[in-house]
């Protein structure tokens, strides 16, 4: 399946943001996605995940601000960001896998797409 992350853009500190990640070339009924983020100089950091099921889980850095949903029917996966706050600069990918429950681990993830940048003004 291949991924395409986009949604991205500047956004002020306190705002809101809605990432999309499209799929294509398979359908994403079959996989748990992942939304996962890199800010310069550091490691890629999970940050939501959503089961086959719907179920979500959340990094403390996002929880009760930012919400994931999938919509199998459009085989997309959505990141809402609310209340952005600065720390949250940075590029963001979503992933997909087919098997396994640990959501948090970037690894674990078979596919990825192309990131899209996320920038916040303070």
């Known amino acids: 399946v291949q991924l395409q992350a986009s949604g991205g853009g500047l956004v002020q500190a306190g705002g809101s943001l809605k990432l999309s990640c499209q799929a294509s070339g398979g359908a994403i009924s079959a996989y748990a996605l992942g939304w996962f983020r890199q800010a310069p100089g550091k490691g890629r950091e999970f940050v939501a995940a959503?089961?086959?099921?719907?179920?979500?889980n959340y990094a403390d850095s996002v929880g009760g601000r930012f919400t994931v949903s999938r919509d199998n029917d459009k085989n997309t996966v959505y990141l809402q960001m609310n209340n952005v706050k600065p720390e949250d600069a940075a590029v963001y990918y979503c992933?997909?896998?087919?098997?396994?429950?640990?959501?948090?681990?970037?690894?674990?993830?078979?596919?990825w797409g192309p990131g899209t940048l996320v920038t916040v003004s303070s």
């Open positions: 992933g997909a896998r087919s098997r396994g429950v640990t959501y948090q681990l970037a690894h674990t993830y078979h596919f």
């Open positions: 959503v089961g086959w099921t719907g179920g979500a």
